[in-house]
């Protein structure tokens, strides 16, 4: 989401995205993660430039951590543009099952691999 010739500017002013808004309308926790849903064609050019790229990213599961630190924005901007994408049908939201307080490890190892990917 940063300028194409390496400055360290953004396109967008991330909260401009969100409506000023910080945190998602539900808790989204950053190790959920997300999958693209499949849109027809006609849908994709009344996407955003953010739910583009958002769309574009979540062909394969990553994780709300992932997608903000990809699209170089603050972890309550991802978190807030992937609740309102999940509200309007265009990702689909993997949240975690915690049994008895522990997490679930098959989750850990997920978001482990696609960390190590970045």
Do not use: K, W
Not at 69 to 98: F, I
């Amino acid at each position: 989401m940063y300028g194409s010739d390496g400055d360290d500017e953004p396109l967008f002013r991330p909260y401009a995205v969100t409506g000023g808004r910080s945190e998602p309308r539900y808790h989204l926790a950053m190790e959920t993660l997300v999958s693209s849903m499949s849109i027809p064609d006609d849908e994709l050019s009344l996407l955003t430039p953010e739910q583009d790229a958002i769309m574009q990213l979540c062909r394969t599961f990553r994780s709300v951590a992932e997608i903000s630190a990809l699209l170089r924005v603050p972890l309550g901007v991802a978190r807030v543009l992937v609740a309102d994408m999940s509200d309007e049908g265009l990702v689909r939201l993997h949240q975690p099952h915690l049994a008895q307080g522990q997490p679930d490890l098959n989750m850990l190892e997920r978001v482990l691999s696609g960390l190590r990917r970045l």
